[in-house]
Every structure is written in C-alpha cells, then in structure tokens.
C-alpha cells in the first residue's frame, strides 16, 4: 500500500486550541503539494502521518516506511553522509573485506554494489560528495538534497517533504524536481514554490473551514479556488440580500396590518357598521394574518440558514498589508558603489573576490549564483555587517537589510520591543498600526520571537523593514520569500512593485523575480 489515509483526525495546540476537527483525506500515489497560510498546520499534518504526534482522536492509516525530509534537520556533530544513509555497519563491512579482515559470513552479506549505489543516489540529487563528509561540512541546501537523496535510496512507501527546495539555488531546485518526477510512490510535499508545485498530480489545501483536495497542479488549483470563491461570495451576497428583502416584507406586512386593525378601530368607534359584520371581519383578517405570519417566520428562518451555510463557505481571513513608505529616490541619484571587493573568511579562500558594481536611481537588480558563491556575503558587506579588508563598498542613501536568519531580531525581546528598538523615532501608535498590518495585533506583538513560527519570524523582520518610519531608498533583500505563505508572497509582490527605491535582492525562485519588476541580473561566480 503507497496510500495515506486520515480519518475523522483532530489535534489540538499545547494551549487546547484546536488545529484540525475531523479531518478526512486521503492521499494516494503521485505528488500532492499541500499548502496553506502560515499557521494551518502544514508541518503538523506532517509530523502527524510520520507518527512523531498523535492525534487527539480519529486514525492515520500509513503504510509500513514512511520517509520524512524536514525544514530544519538536527543533526549530531560527528554525522556524515553514510549515517544518512544508514549504511555506516554496511561500509565498515566493505572496509574489512578490503583489508582481508571479513569472516565468511561478512563476504556472504556483503553489497558489493552498495558505494557505487550510494554514489549514484548522490550524483543524481548533484552531489558528488565521498561518503564520509561530515553532515556539517554541508550547505542548508546541500543538506536538504542529501536528506532527499537519502530517504530515495531507501525506497520507502510514502515521501513527506517539509518545503524541500528552501534554501536552493536555481540547479538545486531543479535536481529535486527532477528526482520527484522520477518518484513513483506516494508523496507528500508541503510548499509555498510556485514552480514545484506546478509539478504535483494534486494540491490539497488547508484553511481554517478544514482542507479540500483539487485535481491537477498549482495552476489548476488556483482557477478553481478562484472560481470558487467567486461562487461562495456570489452566494453570500444573494442570501444576505434575500434576507434584506424578507425583513423588508415583514416590516410592509406588518405596517399593513397595523393600518387595517386602526382602520377596524375608527368603524366600530363610528358605529356605521354593524358589530356582527365587523367581528367578522376581524376573525377573517386575524386568521389571515396569522397563516401570513407563519409563512414569513418560515421564509426568515431559511433566509437566515441559507445566510449562515454561505458565510460558512467563506473564509474570515485577517487581510495581510504590505506598504512601504515612499523613498523619494530620484532617478539620477548615485545610491551605491563598489570596487574591487574581496572578502575571506579568515585564512579560507576568498568568498568574494574583486566584485564591482554600481546602482544609479531605483534600479532593482537580482544577485543570482549558486550555493556558497557569496551572495548573502555580499549584501552583509554592502550592509556594513562584515568588514571589507580590500576594496571599497560607498552607500550614499539610507538602506536597509533584511537577512535570511533575521539576524536584525533578538530572540529575548517581543516583536512590539524589536520594532521600538529598530524605528526608536515612531510613536507607538504608528508601530501598533505597522503591527497590525503584518498580523502582529494586541496580545500577538507580545509574543517573543524566540517562539514565532519561521513564516511570523519573517513576518516580523518584513514588519520592521518595510514599515519603518524613516524612508529606506536601497532594500537589501536575502531570499524574501523564503518561509512565507503563497498569499503573503503575492503581498510582499505588490509591495515590492509599488516601491520607489533601489532593490538588491537575493532569491531563487523566478516567478517572485518577475513579479517584482527586476531589470538587472548580477552574477557571483
């Protein structure tokens, strides 16, 4: 069986809020992307199907091995690949047979195959790495690969995959699609890259209604979500106007009525009619008026369920804004120079070696390169974060970095604290607006950012970037999009777009570069 099967699960926080109520889904063979806002679970669902959480209730049908490539692996100082591998007895085996030191039972289960596998499992992922490199020693991309290439050559019965192409350079991305594509089995893979999830056989989608599966890839899904929710909020607005319209009737049946009965009352008080066709006439129009009542009592309390099931098919979702003051860069202003830049990291070679480059007016250039070429070096350096010991790097406007780590948060202070430390000369009524903007509302800037998801972590660096009360003309951006839901990326997007200022911005995903209008490309070596 390749096939996942959730019945009726539910789960809750640590705080008893609860995450997932009876949630049925199934997942069978092929690739299912599962996305979602930051916070819907994605990474609990996860963990739940590998069996590192039990459910509150309801069951998760797995099949026997199940794979599990996390965001953020841990790892053991002394690991290396073949401890990734799970192969560390099975090459020790090998090495004795080399040395003459094996018994007849070692050369009788020995995989004499085995390195020349596990060299192919490596190369195929692009790393053609010995066996014996410390887990350490690698990239947070290289790292991802090999956890993948790993879990591959295992060939286990379902892949779970936690934003696998984080963190990758543009060859990366493309050498994990490749493997997935080549996955038969089931998986599993938690995303926000519009470009993997272009690749997926289905998309299942978790909201705060539950989660809804959708046939075909990213693109697929979006037309369909976007024709659904253009039918729910159709639907909301002709119950809420049908029920307008039924309080409407009731209020006209009811002044008629209220005519009538003072009409009754001035003819008996006249006496030009008899009591005896008057009292008739009452007990008709009170019988009449009562079965009329009973039919809009009826009719106002489907109007009002067909109102409720409506908004209940409509997502509350707290809007997310993302609007960066005006820079007033003018177009002729010099905004940076560097020449010559070389920079090392003590005795090692040099990470950047003799760059230049000039930004004029708000140019927005994109540093591609690949892993470990120095990119996220070279903003650190423009940024005044690293000393320049050769070369000279001259910024003439005031710039800002936002980092991969959010290096510019302390994990001790609350997010309100690291805005008020970042922007002293705001009120604390704009920092609240700015706050609030970026869904960091009351108690929610409150919070430490040692305990913020990564999506709220960037949040928050994003909040005290771009919303900063002194205007920034050169934004220094390290892999923006990186941890963000798929709508706040469209946000940051149209952010980005409506900005005045210079960009530098480090990513790998296309589609964001695009998006934001880049219309240079700097390429490290």
């Not at 790495?129 to 379902?158: E, I």
Request: overall charge negative; glycine content about 8%.
């Amino acid at each position: 069986m390749s096939s996942v099967i959730l019945s009726g699960l539910c789960w809750n926080t640590p705080d008893t809020t609860p995450l997932f109520a009876n949630l049925d889904l199934t997942f069978g063979p092929g690739s299912t992307g599962l996305v979602g806002r930051n916070g819907t679970g994605k990474t609990t669902l996860l963990r739940l199907i590998a069996g590192e959480l039990e459910p509150a209730s309801g069951t998760v049908i797995r099949p026997q091995t199940v794979g599990f490539v996390r965001q953020n692996p841990e790892q053991q100082p002394d690991e290396t690949l073949a401890d990734l591998f799970a192969v560390h007895a099975e090459l020790a085996l090998l090495a004795r047979a080399e040395r003459g030191e094996a018994t007849a039972d070692d050369l009788a289960n020995a995989d004499w195959m085995l390195e020349a596998h596990l060299q192919t499992a490596l190369s195929t992922i692009g790393l053609d790495l010995p066996t014996d490199t410390p887990l350490h020693a690698l990239s947070g991309g290289q790292r991802t690969r090999a956890g993948l290439a790993a879990l591959m050559f295992k060939q286990p019965d379902v892949l779970l995959l936690d934003e696998p192409t984080n963190h990758l350079d543009r060859a990366g991305r493309v050498q994990v699609m490749d493997a997935l594509r080549s996955w038969q089995g089931c998986a599993i893979i938690a995303s926000h890259d519009r470009t993997l999830l272009g690749d997926m056989d289905a998309i299942v989608e978790l909201t705060t209604l539950g989660a809804r599966t959708y046939g075909g890839n990213y693109a697929a899904y979006s037309d369909m979500k976007s024709a659904e929710l253009a039918k729910a909020d159709d639907n909301l607005a002709r119950a809420t106007r049908t029920v307008a319209e039924t309080k409407a009737r009731i209020r006209l049946a009811a002044e008629r009525k209220a005519r009538t009965d003072r009409q009754g009352r001035q003819l008996r008080a006249a006496g030009s009619q008899s009591k005896l066709l008057l009292d008739a006439a009452k007990e008709r129009s009170e019988g009449s008026a009562s079965g009329a009542a009973r039919l809009r009592n009826r009719q106002m309390e489907d109007a009002q369920d067909a109102l409720e099931s409506a908004r209940e098919a409509v997502e509350v979702l707290e809007p997310l804004i993302m609007d960066i003051p005006p820079s007033g860069l003018a177009s002729g202003r010099d905004v940076l120079r560097i020449d010559g830049l070389t920079f090392s990291y003590g005795s090692e070679a040099p990470v950047l070696d003799n760059i230049a480059l000039a930004i004029r007016g708000p140019e927005r250039i994109a540093v591609s390169g690949p892993n470990g070429s120095g990119k996220s070096t070279l903003l650190a350096c423009i940024h005044g974060d690293l000393p320049v010991a050769d070369g000279s790097v001259h910024l003439h406007v005031p710039a800002a970095l936002l980092d991969q780590d959010m290096s510019m948060l302390d994990p001790d202070e609350t997010v309100r604290d690291a805005l008020a430390r970042l922007d002293p000369n705001a009120t604390e009524n704009d920092r609240r607006a700015v706050l609030a903007r970026f869904l960091f509302r009351g108690n929610d800037a409150l919070q430490k950012v040692g305990a913020l998801s990564g999506g709220q972590r960037l949040r928050a660096g994003l909040a005290c970037t771009l919303g900063h009360s002194q205007p920034r003309q050169l934004l220094l951006l390290d892999e923006p999009s990186n941890h963000l839901d798929i709508e706040a990326i469209e946000t940051l997007e149209a952010a980005l777009r409506a900005y005045d200022g210079a960009l530098l911005v480090v990513s790998h995903d296309d589609t964001f570069l695009d998006r934001i209008g880049i219309n240079r490309h700097v390429t490290l070596r």
